[in-house]
């Protein structure tokens, strides 16, 4: 029982489907149940949390990320996977703690100041919550006090910044000096991304990682996890 | 547990994200002839035939065409048709003729202004662009080329491409179709080169079809001869064109004519002797056997005005091919164009315009059938692998530009444009998802990466990257045909070397 509905998790995660609603990326198959309603069913039927995350969530995500480096999902088939496992985790995370799984982590991310642009940071929230990350978007043009503010009140794991334009990129550079003035720069690891951004400017700004594009910046934020996971 | 699924998903290796595959679209925007210049053309192409006609070297062909009412000089060997007679036997002529394929799923329907591409011959030689080489054809490549077209996607039919040259005369028919039906199951064409060979090629296509009446029932062969400008039946073609209009096999009868060589140098003086020339053969094939299913064609280009080349690559054939599609439309003639060709000697920036440009017009004017669509370069006299996979990537786009433009409500999207609006985006919009793929063609070979990947990848041309592609389909190269069929063929027709 639990093994069935788990592999219908992955399959429909691979199929990028939401809930019952959703189309997937086959013909024929709207109406069935999608990953929120599996997800509920599975844990009616007391499947273990840990088993829908691991073998259900995480497993597939990896099919899909095979698929797109294949060339055979676009961008819109890996963000459809993974709003489906940003869908799961929100019903799971009333459940985590008792079940004793330890979230992956809580990530604060922003446009700068100036900047209009998101679909970048968007697509990166998508797939880092894919990828089981607790995600707090503040949105775009985001005024570096405000930052500073949500860091101090949210105390995330992580805080991603993100410009398109090299006239609002300064603005990641202040927001890190704003963080250091009020002392918090040393609690949180900064990624910084965005069209005009190089690893060079991350580092001569001080931010702790890079990330070129949705996927890489998802890599980066799990090798610094892996970094982190003495101090928890 | 509350959910009970009526079927399962298919798991992650069933599931198929399959390049939508474009053939038979309805081409026919482009329009290089007015209606009026139709008409003039026509009347033209019609007092030629009354007037001028055409000399008849074949014996059969021209008591063929005597017994269905032409007025024959036999001393000069001149047959001449009046204009009603002339469209009589045109419109004997079906104007739907299907091409089969062996398993149904690349079946051609010419007609209309349906569309589809196909490969084209004959080339004696292969250019090998890792080397540089210009060698002969053999046997061996028509066989690999077939495996090729097999699973090249936009080429929908099989013309045999090359000669093979190492081969005596009399095993050359047999082995050109017998390589052809034995690594694709896509629909074969050829030209034949004995009129024993057509005797034995159908012979064969009998055996795989299961039985004569399986074959007439569902052609998987057709047979090209050709009439030769201006205004010639040739003793051998003529008898030809008997032979296979007896069998009942679809019969191609293209004509080529030359601009300023054999034909006047103007493409509307060039559009009269095509037309003229491949009315005769429609018209000797109907006087053979009425209802005889037979393709117009077109070969028509230009020549190099410097020495008298014949040109494959130039604006003006891809002009007189797409008017030729439209003369087959007047008609009502299914039609088989010339285009994709290159008269370059290398895989260059000429080799992919002049095919692009000539498969593109004869593809928008609706030509049924686009012949020589892919893999020819170098006058049509040397074929070349790797140009087989780079035509394949222009014929999908081209294909895509048949398409044209769908316009309607879910196309239009207005709900969902009110939905994301002043700067939204439709990244992750379901409308994306599910039309994304159908809207825009996936490339199979064009290079998108940036530079940065690009080079990371070995900054590969388009050829090696084609070159690539050519060696992952020849390794799997497996015969198509079931043993039984393959032993009964081999052991009744005689000279296949396998």
Known sequence: MSEDIIELIKENVIQGRVNKDDEGIEVGVAGQPGVTELTEAALASGVKVSEIINEGLTASMEVVGQKFENEEYYIPDMLASAEAVGAAMELLKPHLAKSGVKPKGKILIATVKGDLHDIGKNIVSILLRGAGYLVKDLGHDVD?????????????????????????MVNMEDTIKALKENGLRDKVKIIIGGAPVSPEYAKSIGADGYGADGFHAVAVTEALSSDNSADG | MPYVLEKRLPGPEEIEYKRM??????GGSYKPLTPEDISKINETVLRTIEEIGCVVNSDTALAALEKAGATVDKEKRRARLSTEKALELISQAPSEVTLCSRDQKNDIHLGGS??????????L?????????????????????????????????????????ELPLEQVDVNRFFAGLDNT?????????????????????????????????????????????PFIIDAKYGDMVVAVAESGIPLVCPAEPLCGATSPVTLAGNLVVQTVDSLMGVMLAQAVNPGTPVIFGSVATSTDLRDYKYIAGSVEMGLLNAAGAQMAQFYKLPFYATGGMTDSKTLDAQSGYESAITNLLCALSGAN?????????????????????????????????????????????????KEVGPGGNFVTAKHTRRLMRKEHYQPTLSDRNSRENWEERGGKSTWENAAEKVKIILESRASVLPDTVRERVLSQLKGISV
């Open chain 1, 144 to 168: 570096t006090r405000d930052i500073v503010a949500a860091v101090r009140e949210e105390q995330p794991d992580f805080l991603g910044l993100s410009a398109l334009l090299t006239s609002t």
């Open chain 2, 21 to 26: 595959i474009r053939k038979g679209l309805e």
């Open chain 2, 114 to 123: 349906r569309v589809y591409t196909g490969t084209g011959g004959t080339a």
């Open chain 2, 125 to 165: 030689y292969i250019y090998e662009p890792a080397t540089g080489v210009k060698r002969q054809a053999t046997l061996d490549d028509l066989k690999n080329i077939a495996g090729l077209v097999e699973e090249l996607d936009n080429i929908h039919l099989f013309l045999l491409p090359t000669y093979p040259n």
């Open chain 2, 185 to 229: 199951t896509k629909h074969i064409m050829g030209g034949v080169y004995t009129t024993e060979g057509i005797r034995q090629v159908v012979r064969m296509a009998e055996l795989v079809a299961g039985s004569p009446e399986a074959l007439r029932e569902r052609p998987i062969i057709s047979i090209i001869t050709c009439v030769i400008s």
């Open chain 2, 369 to 417: 059938f686009i012949h020589d669509s892919a893999g020819l370069m170098e006058f049509a006299m040397t074929a070349c692998y790797e140009k087989y996979v780079i035509d394949n990537e222009i014929l999908g786009m081209v294909m895509r530009a048949v398409e044209g433009i769908r316009v309607d409500d879910e196309t239009l999207a207005y709900d969902l444009i």
